[in-house]
């Protein structure tokens, strides 16, 4: 059977009461979950390349960014943007007022997706937070995924909005390990960042009164901090809703390779994003990292503990193994979908269907609005590619397909 992502039952049930005070996010939540657990049954037909409603905008806003992650694809110790002139992606970037346009288009579509915002960092975008009021306004579930810059300055707004979701990356449970981690350009202290920003942020929810944004921990398991998970659970489940655990996308240089030649085949040209996600992030102790990922299991069970999501939800020491030494596993997630929920916007305005491996794009949002693109003959080429001959090399090691 065809693995799909999900949203741990832990996460909707603890966190009902929030949710239960705005109907309108929560109706968007099922619906996007539900057209994922019966999609085949939905679209019959989905070879044909042709997809229905955008259940989300997934925009990368920026791709400037304050810390060098060693695990980011982008920015980390391979990443693609390395050598890029600043001012040039800065001068490149999409404006606020164009995001409104597109998004309002949606809305007097009929869609009414969610919008999820990243990048680089996302709150280095000048309109950041006019974006985030702007698409709320539209009656548009709003998440962010930040290393907590400018959060704490930010919090009486994002509550307002309300922005629904923010996902603050966490990677350590100390700030030496953190800082290790996710190193600030010029010895900034993220991790301070991060403790003042969740303390405004509750502050601003508590005095608001309405429950919102739902504050995650997002961590990607590293041979570094794959001893102190439990920990970082520990240290912050007085101060989010929800904890976020990925194993951490990943190609090897073989696939890499593979990938090159597959993606020529089908379409023409060579990629070049695929080389920034080559790393060694395998952990060293498989039988450690299971018993940690089990002791967040077992302290989550409790009603009054936040809920753990691990994505993908893989465990046991020899899967734990196969997954970080056999990019040719994929565990049942052999059908990718969000090709045919979601779009992937790229910094420049590129709009692509792919969200990690974004080397293929269908058109440009400065040029076209998301409705004009959604079924063009070009996206519609992409979505049959994947359909008749089959996920690409890279794709097994995707949160478009183990993580949307």
């Known amino acids: 059977m065809t693995s799909r992502s999900r949203i741990a039952p832990g996460v909707v049930l603890k966190n009902f009461r929030r949710l239960a005070r705005h109907p309108w996010i929560a109706a968007n939540l099922a619906t996007l979950q539900g057209e994922k657990w019966l999609f085949n049954l939905l679209h019959p037909r989905a070879e044909n390349g042709r997809a229905g409603r955008v259940r989300q ?4 806003i920026t791709d400037l960014c304050n810390l060098r992650c060693h695990t980011c694809g982008q920015w980390g110790d391979q990443g693609f943007l390395h050598g890029k002139d600043l001012r040039e992606l800065k001068k490149s970037e999409v404006t606020l007022s164009r995001y409104l346009e597109v998004l309002t288009d949606l809305v007097r579509h009929g869609h009414r997706p969610n919008v999820y915002l990243w990048g680089g960092e996302p709150m280095l975008y000048e309109g950041a937070l006019e974006l985030i009021e702007g698409a709320t306004a539209l009656g548009l579930p709003t998440a962010v ?28 449970h100390t700030a030496d390990l953190h800082n290790q981690l996710r190193p600030g350009v010029g010895g900034a202290n993220n991790f301070a960042d991060i403790q003042a920003g969740l303390t405004a942020v509750r502050q601003a929810r508590e005095s608001n009164g309405q429950g919102l944004p739902l504050i995650a921990s997002l961590t990607v398991i590293s041979q570094n901090n794959m001893r102190h998970l439990v920990d970082l659970y520990e240290a912050f489940r007085h101060r989010v809703d929800l904890f976020v655990f990925y194993l951490s996308w990943w190609i090897d240089e073989e696939d890499a390779r593979a990938h090159e030649e597959d993606f020529h085949r089908r379409f023409g040209f060579k990629p070049h994003r695929p080389w920034g996600w080559v790393g060694g992030w395998k952990p060293d102790d498989y039988e450690e990292l299971d018993r940690q990922l089990r002791g967040l299991m077992e302290r989550s069970r409790p009603w009054s503990a936040p809920p753990v999501t691990l994505i993908p939800p893989i465990m046991g020491a020899e899967n734990l193994r196969s997954y970080y030494t056999d990019h040719r596993a994929r565990f049942g997630y052999d059908q990718c979908i969000s090709i045919y929920q979601a779009v992937e916007i790229n910094s420049n305005g590129d709009l692509s269907p792919c969200r990690d491996y974004h080397d293929f794009v269908v058109g440009n949002i400065k040029d076209a609005t998301i409705t004009e693109l959604w079924n063009s003959p070009a996206y519609r080429n992409f979505r049959r590619s994947l359909a008749k001959d089959g996920l690409m090399p890279v794709c097994s090691r995707c949160c478009g397909l183990m993580g949307y």
């Open 145 to 172: 995924a930040t290393n907590g810059t400018r959060i704490a300055a930010a919090a009486p707004r994002l509550v307002k909005a309300p922005m629904f979701l923010l996902q603050v990356s966490i990677d350590g």
């Open 57 to 60: 905008v997934s925009i990368r």
